[in-house]
């Protein structure tokens, strides 16, 4: 399946516009303790442990839509939007959530 950021797709006809399909993936608070704990994975500012699991959830996110589009009959999703949020669950907890979102189409 195809997905893009762009509203069009260069070369390729859009047949039919199905609907907006999203993805969704939260990591949890306790995924934050753990890479406090292992601060010594921070390079130059960056923590690879940190990012990896934010990449993980970016494809899961991925995922969920691509699939809301097949079961519509799409072969295409456009227009995608990758969002980041933090959600606070009180006493100081928080989440992150990242969202995935577009538009299926067919193309031909």
């Not at 949890?28 to 010594?40: E, L, M, P, T, V």
């Not at 589009?69 to 990758?82: E, K, Q, S």
Request: charged content about 20%.
């Amino acid at each position: 399946m195809l997905i893009t950021t762009t509203h069009s797709l260069e070369g390729k006809r859009i047949s039919d516009y199905l609907g907006l399909v999203s993805g969704e993936a939260i990591l949890g608070a306790n995924i934050f303790k753990d890479f406090f704990a292992s601060i010594r994975d921070i390079v130059g500012g960056r923590s690879a442990a940190y990012e990896k699991e934010l990449q993980r959830a970016k494809e899961i996110a991925i995922n969920e839509m691509m699939e809301q589009a097949a079961a519509l009959g799409a072969n295409a999703v456009i227009g995608v939007d990758l969002d980041y949020e933090t959600i606070g669950i009180g006493q100081g907890g928080n989440m992150l959530m990242v969202s995935a979102s577009g538009t299926a189409v067919v193309i031909s």
